[in-house]
């Protein structure tokens, strides 16, 4: 009986390999043409918006027009995108503030219950987001007991307000998307070799020095994950600015949002839209670069 070499086993996985590689591919592929597909027509859609007028009635009409483009110049609208770029990256900030003790609590001591941990945060995430900002409205109200709770210990007199205010858009923006910095940092947590950590200790001691100086290096590419997943969103969120802010705390996605209904304003609403979304390339751009970079060094 004939048997086999080294190098024809060899042969064989890397076939086997190969063989689910293209089957995952095409899996892969109907979803991938159906995202892109939608994704450049929308696209094109909405640049060659940019790019039109209105008639008298306030209806679209496609043309060549770069008075929109120019538009974007105006002081308003930098003010406003300025605020929505500083509204989402406080609460990036606070989102991996308040989201990285949780899921280290969950991975490194969750121990048998931490599916169900992991559970009790997401689930609550599948009611709508506009009745969970509603409810959420209620929370931080002048007559809610974060205010009388905050008033009882004399954190807070009488004047105090949480709503109609950047702090009511940050705290709706925080409670939205916080689920979406939670799950990469887990993610990243429970992969990361548990040894680091002893030898960390061993090499820097505390346990403070060993989490700034292992634990976070090791899970940065999480952080990054979860503060893009977080980002993308809150920047074009309006539901938060709507319901907690006042009229002083409007994002760019309200604005969008009123040139495409109330203001009957399409070219332009379309034209704040690649504004927006160019802000957004921009993030993504720099992340896929961290990324890149990092899995060079991991390769090393």
């Known amino acids: 009986m004939a048997q086999r070499t080294p190098s024809g086993a060899l042969r064989d996985r890397r076939g086997r390999s ?56 105006d002081p308003a609208y930098r003010i406003v995108l300025l605020r929505s770029l500083g509204f989402a990256l406080i609460a990036c900030a606070v989102c991996l503030v ?37 409810g959420w409205s209620v929370v931080l109200s002048d007559g809610g007991p974060v205010l009388r709770a ?32 939670i799950i990469p940092l887990y993610a990243a947590l429970e992969r990361m070799d548990l040894s680091l950590i002893e030898a960390g200790r061993d090499l820097y001691g505390g346990p403070l020095r060993t989490f700034f100086f292992v634990t976070l290096p090791a899970t940065r590419q999480g952080a990054a994950a979860g503060a893009v997943l977080v980002f993308l969103p809150a920047m074009g969120d309006f539901v938060s600015a709507q319901l907690m802010g006042g009229p002083d705390q409007i994002m760019i996605g309200n604005l969008i949002q009123d040139k495409f209904f109330q203001g009957q304003n399409w070219p332009l609403g379309s034209a704040l839209t690649m504004l927006m979304m160019a802000v957004l390339f921009i993030g993504m751009l720099g992340y896929l670069r961290r990324t890149r970079k990092d899995e060079a060094e991991a390769a090393r």
Do not use: E
């Open 18 to 73: 190969a063989s689910g590689t293209r089957l995952w591919t095409w899996l892969m592929l109907p979803g991938t043409l159906w995202m892109t597909g939608f994704l450049i027509a929308s696209l094109i859609l909405v640049a060659t918006l940019a790019l039109g007028t209105t008639d008298p009635l306030g209806n679209p009409r496609f043309g060549f027009n770069f008075a929109n483009i120019a538009a974007m110049a």
């Open 98 to 134: 308040v989201a990285y003790p949780v899921a280290y609590t969950i991975a490194l001591h969750g121990g048998r219950f931490k599916n169900l941990l992991i559970a009790a945060i997401v689930v609550p995430f599948f009611a709508n987001y506009l009745v969970r900002m509603y």
């Open 150 to 181: 905050l008033r009882a210990v004399g954190l807070a007199d009488a004047h105090t307000k949480i709503l109609q205010s950047g702090t009511g858009v940050v705290a709706g923006l925080v409670y939205g998307f916080i689920v979406f910095m």
